[in-house]
T-cell receptor, first 112, second 113 residues
Framework: GAGVSQSPSNKVTEKGKDVELRCDPISGHTALYWYRQSLGQGLEFLIYFQGNSAPDKSGLPSDRFSAERTGGSVSTLTIQRTQQEDSAVYLC??????????FGPGTRLTVT | DQQVKQNSPSLSVQEGRISILNCDYTNSMFDYFLWYKKYPAEGPTFLISISSIKDKNEDGRFTVFLNKSAKHLSLHIVPSQPGDSAVYFCAASAASGTYKYIFGTGTRLKVLA
């Protein structure tokens, strides 16, 4: 069956621009997670959705980062006024069981 | 401060031999651990898990060992196959029911044919 998909796969943007990253989870998965992996670092938790609500946004690094999920399905991570330190691979995962998270291929964001 | 550490960024092993990937953690509250495997241009895939009530969990060629006193876990792959070449991440959490895992930086395994 279809796995988690993310778009775009690569995004190059100029510093100061806004970007939107999209995640399509596996159909029927109630939980959705966003992570990012900066160069040389492990996966860093950003936000968790259960259905359309986000009980835990504690990992979002600043108020320039926001995320929403609609219809219990697609999620969008928005980064406003991008900075060079935002350059990373952004990974989305979905699951029905927290320890079996199914990851998408990620979006590689480069801020120039 | 990295709570989960994978100190070897890379490892090369001959096909058929054992691969041992190591992971150390600092938080004594961690009691559930995962290993994920990641191929290039793909997301990580869940491989195997272990709870702190066990010291070993086995699944086919993959075995995870947990040494709670040393705050150390390891993933053994035997026999190693070229298709095992990937980046391996360990992750830890304070409860099996939690969603928030702390991931290590990964170890790139290369299995030589």
């Amino acid at each position: 069956g279809a796995g988690v998909s993310q778009s775009p796969s690569n995004k190059v943007t100029e510093k100061g621009k806004d970007v939107e990253l999209r995640c399509d989870p596996i159909s029927g998965h109630t939980a959705l997670y966003w992570y990012r992996q900066s160069l040389g670092q492990g996966l860093e938790f950003l936000i968790y959705f259960q259905g359309n609500s986000a009980p835990d946004k504690s990992g979002l690094p600043s108020d320039r980062f926001s995320a929403e999920r609609t219809g219990g399905s697609v999620s969008t991570l928005t980064i406003q006024r991008t900075q060079q330190e935002d350059s990373a691979v952004y990974l989305c995962a979905s699951s029905n069981i927290h320890y079996e998270q199914y990851f998408g291929p990620g979006t590689r964001l480069t801020v120039t | 401060d990295q709570q989960v550490k994978q100190n070897s960024p890379s490892l090369s092993v001959q096909e058929g031999r054992i691969s041992i990937l190591n992971c150390d953690y600092t938080n004594s509250m961690f009691d559930y651990f995962l290993w994920y495997k990641k191929y290039p241009a793909e997301g990580p895939t869940f491989l195997i898990s272990i709870s702190s009530i066990k010291d070993k969990n086995e699944d086919g060629r993959f075995t995870v060992f947990l040494n709670k006193s040393a705050k150390h876990l390891s993933l053994h792959i035997v026999p190693s196959q070229p298709g095992d070449s990937a980046v391996y991440f360990c992750a830890a959490s304070a409860a099996s029911g939690t969603y928030k895992y702390i991931f290590g930086t990964g170890t790139r395994l290369k299995v030589l044919a």
